[in-house]
């Protein structure tokens, strides 16, 4: 695990990257009832992210109790995005950009297992929300809507997975 250390800033560009891909996913296909159970999805995968990847520095510096208590207190845990963002037709590219901006911080900071295992666990969380909910205004549609799986395969491949 490395010890490397991140500015505010860079955890707050860091926790986009996570978040912002999650939300994207939900915004392509978005359903009143699908887009709030999605966001549910993406929280516990938020939240259960320091115990699935204990070893991590990237994640603990982001998702740990500790790193949570902080980010709350200094205000690094407030995602900015602006509407026009995630809109359906630019939400990933959105996220992309996001993830490329994480990847210029960790690339010589962190270790490359660990920048691996940051990217499968955007990539986990993305693909958690495409499955938390069916297409529709309700969400009893198919799981995985044609542009969710689209918008999945573009991530994916952003992240070079």
């Known amino acids: 695990m490395s010890t490397a250390t991140y500015t505010p800033d860079e955890l707050k560009t860091l926790a986009s990257a996570v978040m912002i891909s999650g939300m994207a996913i939900s915004m392509v296909d978005v359903g009143i009832v699908s887009t709030a159970i999605e966001a549910t999805a993406l929280g516990q995968e938020v939240a259960s992210a320091a115990k699935k990847y204990p070893t991590n520095s990237i994640i603990q510096s982001l998702f740990s109790e500790e790193a949570v208590k902080q980010g709350k207190e200094a205000g690094t845990l407030k995602i900015e995005v602006k509407p026009e963002e995630m809109k359906p037709e630019v939400a990933v590219d959105t996220a992309i950009a996001k993830v490329n901006a994480a990847m210029e911080i960790l690339n010589g900071k962190a270790t490359p ?25 309700f969400g009893t549609g198919s799981k995985v809507s044609a542009t969710e799986a689209a918008a999945l395969t573009k991530l994916k491949a952003a992240l070079g997975l």
């Open 113 to 137: 297992e660990e920048i691996q295992q940051f990217k499968e666990f955007i990539y986990n969380s993305a693909e958690h929300v495409a499955n938390a909910a069916g297409s529709g205004i």
